[in-house]
């Protein structure tokens, strides 16, 4: 990412795009904890104008600090001054045009992270009046993923809570209240739920379909519309997901990563994962071990 103001700590709805980050289609890169960067910073590199767009698991918050802008949010459009936030969960369709002199972060959250806290995170919306609380919180959040302190897990798990509690906290009025996901985004939200909680126990689209109360056919439209991608693209996406993870970071073997992941075949596990790897498992545990 860029140099200036970023930090990285720990890991189709029609033609709107959807990314892992700002223009990263199909990111590998984990985010597990925070990524932080200035406006200024990534804005600059587009023209100060970032095309509507949707993150698939991302959960974002920008802080206008100076300068100007506008928003778009779920097709409803916000002049943004200083001092305004814009909450952004994961499939919202978001698009930004800023003043040259903007000023200001944005903070990016895996929205599962969200879970552990026992706060609710608030959904799609601009608050504009009495901010400093949540700038008070991104501060601080960003202070401890810079330098972290003893108890450092504990620490930033504390200061996510903190800051959904400032922005549920925020008066005026967000655009949640007139920004409702339609129907298929709920749809492709429960769908992507389940696959976080199931893909090792369950491949098939239409598991998934008659949980979510739809035909196999109607999700992989929904599957294909929002999300960018069939259904089974979707559910084979995390599980090569999690492979990779136990390639790189576990001292499992290949044929108990395969298991793990409901593969009992272990020469079908490795064609799959070549398949979604672009090589062998062995090969990409060494490329990412060297």
Known sequence: MDGLG????????????????YGEAGSERHHDWLHWETIQARSSLHGYRIAPH???HLFQVLHLAGGAGRASVDGATFELGPGSVVVVPALTV????????????????????????????????VVQEDTAGIADAL???????????????????????????ALQRAS????ADTIGPDRSRRHAEAFRRLVEGQFRQTRRVADYAQQIGISHTHLNR????????????????RVALEAR??????????????????????????????????????????????
């Open 54 to 56: 949707r993150h698939e």
């Open 222 to 237: 929904v599957s294909r519309q929002v999300l960018g991608a069939s259904a089974l693209a979707v559910i084979e996406r």
């Open 172 to 175: 005026g009025r967000p655009a």
């Open 139 to 165: 501060a601080r959040l960003i202070g401890e993923a810079d330098d972290p302190g003893s108890r450092h897990d504990l620490a930033m798990r504390a200061h996510v809570t903190l800051l959904l509690l």
């Open 245 to 290: 993870r136990q390639l790189q970071f576990s001292t499992l073997s290949i044929k108990q990563i395969g298991a793990e992941l409901g593969y009992e075949d272990p020469a079908y596990f490795t064609r799959f994962a070549t398949r979604l790897l672009g090589m062998a498992p062995s090969a990409f545990r060494r490329k990412m071990r060297g």
């Open 94 to 125: 978001h698009g930004f045009t800023f003043s040259p002199d903007v000023a200001g972060v944005v903070v990016t959250l895996l929205e599962r992270d969200l879970g552990t806290t026992g706060v609710m995170p608030p959904g799609a919306g």
């Open 6 to 21: 970023t930090k990285l700590h720990y890991s189709n709805m029609g033609r709107i795009p959807t990314y892992a980050l």
